[in-house]
C-alpha cells in the first residue's frame, strides 16, 4: 500500500491483459441475444486446435472441470490410483478424489520442480495405478519422454496438467498434446485468460466424445438420432449423469481475442525471465530456476538460500511487500494440507524435496503487462534485501 503520494506503485503479483479488443468482443456477445455456449465457443475450440496441432480441442470452463473430465474419460474409478505430485494446486489432486479414486504422491527433481521419472517408474508398479498426471510446472516442461515410456511399459493413461503451459512447444508437439489427454488453465492469472475457463486437448477421438457428453449433462443428441431416426432439435437422450462443465460464449469471446496474442504474451514472458536471470545470477543468496528454451513462463519461482541469508523466506516476502512489491508462494505441498495429511496419514518429510522447495520458494511478478520499469525496480527490491540480509562469516570475509 502506497504511504503517500510520493510512494512508488505497488506492483501486484498478477495482472491480466486485457485491452480494447476484448472488451469490444465481450460487447459484441451481449448483443447477440445469445450469451451460452455457441459460436463463439466452437470457433475458440477450432483456434486452439490449430494453434496447438490438438486433433480434439474441447472448451470446458475451468482446468479443474476439464481435469475431472479428462480421468473420467480415461477410466479412472473408484479405489484406483493416479500417480501425480503433492508439489501443485490442489485442483490437480481433488478431482482424483472426486471419481473416488486415489492420488498416489511422488516427489518433485528439484531442478525442474516437476515430477521425478525415477520415483514415477517405481510407483507404476503399483497394479491399482490407473492414470499418470505430471504437472507442467509455472510453464517448465516435466520430463515427457520418460514419462510417455513409462505409461506406455505399464498400460496406465497419461494426463498432462498444462494448466500453466500455453503454448509451448516440446519436440514435435505443443505441451498439453502429448499425453492421451491435456487440459490447459484460463483462470485470470494465467498465459492467456477468460476470467474463469480451460481446454481440453486429446487425439482420441473416443475420449473426445465422451468428454463433449459429460461436460454438458450427459446429453447425447446422436444416440438419439440412431435409435429413433428423429433430427428433431428438441429432442435428446441422456447416456450419463454427467456435468455442467461448458464455457459461455462471452468467456470464449475473451479466449479468442487472448489466444492470437499468445505468442506476443509468451515473448513478454520470455523476456522478463532472461532479464531475472542474467540480474540475479551474481548474488549466491539466490536459486534461480531452471530455464529450458521451452519455457511457458507462468510463474517465476525464485529460491532464497537460507544458509546465506539472516532472514527467511516469509520475512523475504514481506519485506518485499514493503517495498510495494507483490510475490505468491507455489505451492504449499498438498501433503501437509489437512485434508490429504490426515486422510493419507502423511507427515511433512515424507515428500523432503517437494518441502524444501516450499521453504525456500517465492513466485516475483511476470506478466505481459510489467513494465521495464517494474522489472527493474523488482530486480533491485530482490538483491538490495539479500545485501542487507546477508550471513557474513565469523571471520567477516
Ligand atoms: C497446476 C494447476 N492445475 C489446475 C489448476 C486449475 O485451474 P482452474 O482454476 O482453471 O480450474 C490450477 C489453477 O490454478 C493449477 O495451478
Known amino acids: 500500500m502506497n504511504q503517500s503520494t510520493n510512494a512508488p506503485k505497488f506492483i501486484p503479483f498478477a495482472r491480466p491483459s486485457i485491452g480494447r479488443e476484448e472488451e469490444q468482443a465481450v ?20 483456434e486452439f486446435a490449430e494453434l496447438t496441432g490438438a486433433h480434439h480441442a474441447l472448451a470446458v470452463n475451468s482446468a479443474t472441470a476439464g481435469l475431472h473430465l479428462a480421468l473420467e474419460a480415461v477410466g479412472v474409478k473408484a479405489g484406483d490410483k493416479v500417480i501425480t505430485t503433492p508439489y501443485t494446486f490442489t485442483a490437480t489432486a481433488e478431482v482424483i478424489r472426486y471419481l473416488q479414486a486415489d492420488p498416489l504422491f511422488v516427489d518433485i527433481d528439484e531442478a525442474s520442480l516437476t515430477i521425478d521419472p525415477r520415483q514415477v517408474a517405481d510407483a507404476a508398479a503399483n497394479s491399482k495405478v490407473a492414470a499418470l498426471l505430471p504437472v507442467h510446472m509455472g510453464g517448465h516442461p516435466s520430463d515427457m519422454e520418460s514419462l510417455q515410456k513409462i505409461a ?3 498400460s496406465i493413461a497419461l494426463v498432462e496438467d498444462s494448466a500453466h503451459a500455453l503454448p509451448v512447444r516440446y519436440g514435435d508437439s505443443f505441451l498439453g498434446c502429448i499425453g492421451d489427454v491435456g487440459v490447459f488453465s484460463f483462470y485470470a492469472t494465467k498465459t492467456i485468460t477468460t476470467g474463469e475457463g480451460g481446454m481440453v486437448t486429446t487425439s482420441n477421438s473416443e475420449i473426445a466424445e465422451r468428454i463433449k457428453v459429460m461436460r454438458l449433462h450427459g446429453i447425447d443428441r446422436e444416440v438419439w438420432k440412431r435409435y429413433t431416426d428423429s433430427s428433431t432439435s428438441w429432442k435428446y437422450d441422456v447416456v450419463a449423469a454427467g456435468y455442467k462443465y461448458n464455457l459461455p460464449d462471452v468467456a470464449a469471446a475473451i479466449g479468442r481475442v487472448q489466444l492470437k496474442r499468445a505468442h506476443e504474451f509468451l515473448e513478454r514472458r520470455r523476456s522478463i525471465a532472461k532479464r531475472y536471470l542474467e540480474a540475479w545470477a551474481a548474488y549466491d543468496f539466490l536459486q534461480l530456476p531452471s530455464a529450458p528454451e521451452q519455457h511457458a513462463w507462468h510463474l517465476f519461482i ?26 505468491s508462494v507455489h ?17 511433512p518429510e515424507d515428500f523432503p524435496v517437494s518441502m524444501r522447495v516450499y521453504r525456500t520458494a517465492f513466485s516475483v511478478p511476470i506478466y505481459p503487462d510489467l513494465s521495464d520499469v517494474e522489472v527493474e525496480r523488482i530486480i533491485e527490491a530482490v538483491i538490495s534485501i539479500g545485501t542487507q540480509y546477508y550471513r557474513r562469516s565469523k571471520s567477516g570475509k
Open 331 to 347: 505451492y504449499i505441498p498438498l501433503h501437509i494440507m489437512s485434508y490429504y495429511a490426515k486422510r493419507y496419514s502423511f507427515s
Open 302 to 327: 525464485l529460491r532464497i538460500r537460507p544458509e546465506k541469508l539472516t532472514i527467511d523466506r516469509d520475512k523475504y516476502i514481506e519485506l518485499l511487500q514493503s517495498k510495494g512489491i507483490g510475490t
Open 27 to 46: 460487447l459484441q456477445v451481449l448483443r447477440s441475444g445469445w450469451l451460452t455456449t455457441a459460436g463463439q465457443a466452437q470457433a475458440f475450440e477450432q
Open 152 to 154: 506406455q511399459e505399464n
